[in-house]
Nanobody
Framework: QVQLVESGGGLVQAGGSLRLSCAAS????????MGWFRQPLGKEREFVAS?????DYADSVKGRFTISRDNAKNTVDLQMNSLEAGDTAVYYC?????????????????WGKGTLVTVSS
């Protein structure tokens, strides 16, 4: 069992930056691929980024967002730069066994409760 707790959301102006952090419980953190999804109001949850041995990003955030993980601290962070109004959403931390398809939200094994990011234009 893994519990995920996000922090770092808030209100930021367009062009600004925010850093989200996710703290994971459990001793098997390194055995999961970790990542982030987001869900804009009234829309479906969508993939943002994931990281295992390498990182993967949605096209919409490439070059602006950077995902990183610290297996010693059981944390995964998402640095978000050059934020746009379209980035406004609830951001969810996610964990999945290696080999899962991150394009399929039903394949994710664990979810955090989410943190709201609001970008004002």
């Amino acid at each position: 069992q893994v519990q995920l707790v996000e922090s770092g959301g808030g209100l930021v102006q367009a062009g600004g930056s925010l850093r989200l952090s996710c703290a994971a419980s459990g001793r098997t953190f390194s055995t999961y691929r970790m990542g982030w999804f987001r869900q804009p109001l009234g829309k479906e949850r969508e993939f943002v980024a994931s990281i295992g041995g390498s990182a993967d990003y949605a096209d919409s955030v490439k070059g602006r967002f950077t995902i990183s993980r610290d297996n010693a601290k059981n944390t995964v962070d998402l640095q978000m730069n050059s934020l746009e109004a379209g980035d406004t959403a609830v951001y969810y931390c996610a964990a999945a066994y290696y080999g899962r398809r991150w394009s399929d939200t039903s394949a994710i094994d664990y979810w955090g409760k989410g943190t709201l990011v609001t970008v004002s234009s």
